[in-house]
C-alpha cells in the first residue's frame, strides 16, 4: 500500500547494522538454475537490535520531549540509526530497504526499554520519529473512550456495513465531544493539581449532588458527555429512558 509506518519491535528482532547487509548470490556453477537468492553465513549474520543498541556511542543518542503530560513535558533518550531488516531475507532476491531503528533508554535504565522500525525517508528528523511513535498512547486512549464513553463496543450485529455505520456514529459523536473539550480554557500549568491523587467532590446536600461523585478530570470526555446528556435532557418534556418530567432530571 505505499504507507509509511512506525512499529514495535522486539528486543531479538534480526536486523543488519548500518552499511551492511546480507551476501549476494553464490556465483554460477553454469549448471542448473542461476542462484538468485540472498545469502548468510556464519562469519557474515545479522545482529540483534538490542546488541546493535549495546554498541551505539554515547552521541549517538540525545534527549527528546514528545506531548506535555498531566506532571510535566514527557521526555526520554534516543537514538535512531539506519538498518536493514533480517527477517527471512535468504528467501529474497532483493534485500530489505534501509529502514529508521528508534531506540529508546529513559535515564536511569540499564538497557534500552523500546525499540521501533520506521519507513519514514532517511531525512526525517529524530523528534518527528519519536513524536509518531508515541502517538500510539493517543490512540489507545481514543479506543477506549469510543468502548467505554460511547459505546463502541456495543454493537452486536455481523454486518460489514452495519459495523462501519455504528462505528462512524461513534467517531462523529467523539469528534463533536473532542471539539467542545477544546474550548475549556487550559489549566495553569503552575497551579494545575496532580491528577494521580484525585480528591472526591464535596457533598454537601444529597439534593443537589454533584455533576459526577466519583474522582474525575474536570475537563474528560466522561466528565463532558455527562454534562451534555443532562443539558439535552433538560430540552426534553419527559426523560426518553424513564419517562420523567423534565422536573425530575
Not at 218 to 230: Q, Y
Request: net charge positive; charged share 25%; with cysteine.
Amino acid at each position: 500500500m505505499n504507507l509509511d509506518y512506525v512499529v514495535g519491535i522486539q528486543f531479538s528482532a534480526s536486523l543488519w547494522p548500518p552499511g551492511q547487509g546480507p551476501l549476494p548470490p553464490r556465483p554460477w556453477s553454469g549448471k542448473g538454475r542461476p542462484p538468485s537468492l540472498y545469502r548468510r553465513d556464519k562469519e557474515h549474520k545479522p545482529t540483534s537490535a538490542k546488541a546493535l543498541a549495546a554498541t551505539l556511542p554515547s552521541q549517538a543518542w540525545q534527549e527528546v520531549s514528545w506531548r506535555e503530560g498531566t506532571h510535566a513535558t514527557l521526555s526520554s533518550r534516543f537514538a535512531a540509526v539506519r538498518v536493514r531488516p533480517a527477517h527471512r531475507d535468504y528467501w529474497l532476491s532483493e534485500p530489505h530497504p534501509e529502514e529508521w531503528l528508534l531506540i529508546e533508554q529513559p535515564d536511569g535504565e540499564a538497557e534500552p526499554t523500546k525499540y521501533w522500525l520506521s519507513s519514514q525517508p532517511v531525512t526525517a528528523p529524530v523528534p518527528d520519529l519519536v513524536a509518531i511513535a508515541k502517538m500510539r498512547w493517543r490512540i489507545e486512549r481514543d479506543y477506549q473512550d469510543l468502548k467505554q464513553e460511547l459505546g463502541l463496543g456495543h454493537y452486536e450485529g455481523r454486518g460489514w456495513r452495519g459495523f462501519h455505520h455504528h462505528a462512524t456514529l461513534c467517531i462523529a459523536a467523539y469528534a463533536f465531544l473532542v471539539s467542545e473539550r477544546s474550548l475549556i480554557p487550559p489549566r495553569d500549568p503552575a497551579s494545575r493539581r496532580s491528577y494521580r491523587n484525585l480528591p472526591y467532590p464535596t457533598i454537601t446536600d444529597r439534593a443537589e449532588l454533584p455533576l459526577r461523585t466519583e474522582r474525575h478530570v474536570a475537563e474528560s470526555i466522561a466528565t463532558i458527555r455527562t454534562r451534555l446528556t443532562r443539558a439535552l435532557s433538560r430540552r426534553l418534556e419527559r426523560c426518553p429512558c424513564c419517562q420523567r418530567t423534565s422536573g425530575y432530571l
